[in-house]
């Protein structure tokens, strides 16, 4: 089985609590003390049913066999195979519009379990039954002590006038009262998720790679967080493959 990162254990108590204990980050992180955009990511789903195709015993495609080996899979790979678009557009874009500090990679993911994960990092089918154990839920331990872990720690390393972006739900507590409490005013979003669900916040992001074209981002704090739905998206069909294969849109 491949290396898991530990946990601390704290109770989750008062903000003020939560803030002084600050276990040693994961090794994972690397974290370098310059400037830039580092990207936070929302976790995708293991308890659906592409996940539960994707660790089915019997299953033969090539994901799903390496993650039962001792190679892996990268995160990365897998949680793009369980969401689909949504988490394809979360990790093209960041890594098309990322500018993060030497040495620190420019999309962190969000785990069930085990906190801030770069997503190159090699995990097994044990990983992926672990992360559909846990809820993400600021009122799970088991969730919210790695990321506040990690986030504390991403917090106090990086440059002041490094951003640090989320691309995941704002409407909800589940990433934004921990990230928030760790990053302060250096946490933003895309101004334009507001409203959007996951699959249009997928396509939009894949958009903005293929015309070259970044998202604006405001703070978190004192934001206006749920709105109206705007428009649907114009269908882009092949959109995937243009990028992949860097045509112009």
Known sequence: MLAQPGLFGDEFGLKRAM????????????????????????PASCTGR??????????????????????GATLGEVFSFVSGLYFRGKLTYAAAFSRPPGGLAGALVIT???????PDRLVDSEHVRRFAEVDVSPDVPRYREPLLRD??????????????????????????????LCLGTRLCF??????????SRGGLMLRCV????ELEYVPVSGATRRGPRPPKLVPRPGILKRIAGAEPS
């Open 19 to 42: 803030l002084q204990v600050v276990p040693d980050p994961s090794p994972d992180l690397n974290i370098a003390p310059d400037a830039g955009r580092v990207f936070l990511l929302s």
């Open 50 to 71: 592409r996940a539960q195709l994707l660790l089915r015993p019997e299953a033969d495609f090539d994901l799903a066999v390496r993650l039962r080996s001792r190679q």
């Open 112 to 118: 069930p379990c085990d906190g801030l994960v770069p």
């Open 151 to 180: 986030a504390r720690a991403l917090g106090e390393r990086l440059d002041p006038s490094t951003e640090v972006v989320l691309l995941g739900s704002i409407a909800t507590a589940k990433y934004v009262d921990i990230l928030s």
């Open 190 to 199: 895309p101004g334009e998720f507001v409203g959007r669900g996951d699959m």
């Open 210 to 213: 293929a015309e070259r074209r």
